[in-house]
């Protein structure tokens, strides 16, 4: 094993999680952030974001003295021979990825430059973006040092990000050189992984396509729960015998609201704008966009049919981060269904095991139209509906029986198809799902 210095740009969800695990198998790292509130935090031992096990990583990691931090992108490059770029790449209002964030660190990189450093992507950037960063870090090379930037896509997923990173099912790197290649696999030497080499373009775009790909699934069971819920199958049932088909494969065929987060909606939307640009119509992601959108509003109607007029209504919220294990609520489909039902003047009661001070964060509205409360129990007191936004495991747990006493009239429109339609029922719930 071959321990090298290692400086990661972005401490969130991707570049805390890339400083740890490397460090866990064994380089020593630098995690950069130009937040100071992130730094500080990191150096008293706290994480700025909710990811399972990686706190006991970075505690294990700092003692050890293979992880630190700064603030400042010249102290993380002292003697460092790689450097990843893990800041946001945010979308823009025409859906093209806003990177800015990435042109900034590449010039402070270019300024710090000695000795021969890789600089790898770890950010979602669209093709041709390590062409870009390469010219403009030639530009501000001042001293000359040799470089090379590699692709290097990140397949993480959060909830299990720290189980993802030491255990990917691949490791794509996209190279130029056979000397970067070789520095990118002696950094992964002791993950036990398929590494694919591919030039820079092709690794960029596998990035893409792969998310993509994936919200195409999401949006195609999602369709079909449209039929379903038409002539009254179960999608449950018909995703199960589709899935069945290792052709097809069971994951990602979950009906519900609709994908969210960080991830697919912007990746969808960036690879649409760079299709368009390098002069392809990509028509398919155009409409797994829209069905996504209509999935939406289709639960919103469910509510509303439910309830008819949601003026004055109160509507318990159960779950706000846009997946279970994260406190990430960045494009979460929650967010989006409660501003919604504000807007139409209905009362909301939300919780969330983990997302809620970040949802206090950005969720406002008239004086008591919005509750956070302590527990599930509490935000279904008095409430017309109970909506499921978030299909967090311990919510198939609650006690329904004593839900549905707390609530003015016992309704559940469920997200996220995760309860059992018979066993809600026999409760005396009247109850709606996506799809069966
Ligand atoms: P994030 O917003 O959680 O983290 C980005 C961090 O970069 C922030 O802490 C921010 O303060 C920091 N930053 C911004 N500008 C900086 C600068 N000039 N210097 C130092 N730090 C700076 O974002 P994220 O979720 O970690 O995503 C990062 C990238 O990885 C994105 O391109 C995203 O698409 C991609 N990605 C994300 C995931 C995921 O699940 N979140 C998975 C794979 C890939």
Redesign the pocket.
Known sequence: MISKNVCV???????LVTGACLAEIGHRVIC????PQ?IAMLREGRLP?YEPGLDLLVERNVKDGRLSFASD?ATGMQDVEVVFI????PPRDDGSADLS?VE??AREIAQNLKTYTVIAE????PVETGEQVERAINRYNRSMAPFDVVSNP?????GTAVHDFLHPDRIVVGVKSARAEQVMRDLYAPIEARILVTDLRSAELIKHAANSFLATKISFINAVSQICDRVGADITLVAEGMGLDPRIGRSFLQAGIGFGG??LP??VEAFLYISRKVGYEFDLLRVVKEINEAQRACFLKKIEEALWILKDKTIAVLGIAFKPNTD?IRFAPAIDVIRHLQKQGARIRAYDPVAMSRAQGCLEGPEGSICFCPDPYEAAEGADCLALLTEWPQFRELDFGRIKKSMTHPIIVDGRNMLDPKAMLELDFEYHSMGR
């Open positions: 740009i972005g401490c969130g969800y991707v570049g950069v952030d130009n937040d992130k974001i992108i893990a800041v946001g790449t964030f900034m660190v770890k950010s979602t950037v990140e397949f993480l997923r959060e960080f991830c912007k990746d990430d």
